[in-house]
């Protein structure tokens, strides 16, 4: 028995949805940021999804590289990267403000992070959803 697979579900396809779950998953963190006032939460779920939304970026720089031609959907790995580098300088200019912490278990994230992320991640998530859609209005016509 052979398995069919659509023919809309490619690479960029599989590498948006996941992107859109990136974005979902930026989102939480920030939730859970806020429940502990910036200080970085001892749970496994939240290394777990800072390691994942770190890991996407190498991802979205290998998606760029590899990417044959320009789609609306490249607008998505450029999005991720440049929120990234970005977001390394925002945050790192935040906190020498206050004072980098000798001890990582000293680190409060800023709240303008925190913010700058979540609004990031709902507009990630936006970008996602409008490339996927307008992907598959573009595969109908």
């Not at 496994?44 to 959907?73: P, R």
């Amino acid at each position: 028995m052979q398995i069919s697979i659509p023919e809309w579900l490619d690479g960029q396809t599989i590498y948006v949805v996941l992107s859109a779950v990136v974005a979902v998953l930026i989102w939480i963190e920030g939730q859970m940021l806020k429940r502990s006032d910036g200080a970085l939460p001892k749970s496994t779920t939240f290394h777990t999804f800072s390691l994942v939304d770190t890991a996407w970026f190498f991802v979205s720089l290998w998606v760029l590289y590899a990417e044959d031609g320009m789609s609306i959907m490249t607008s998505v790995p450029v999005a991720y990267s440049i929120y990234t580098v970005f977001g390394w300088v925002y945050g790192t200019r935040l906190l020498r403000r206050r004072g980098i912490p000798d001890s990582p278990d000293d680190l409060v994230i800023p709240p303008k992070y925190i913010a700058y992320s979540q609004s990031f991640a709902l507009m990630f998530f936006v970008l996602c959803l409008v490339s996927l859609t307008h992907f598959s209005w573009a595969g109908m016509l």
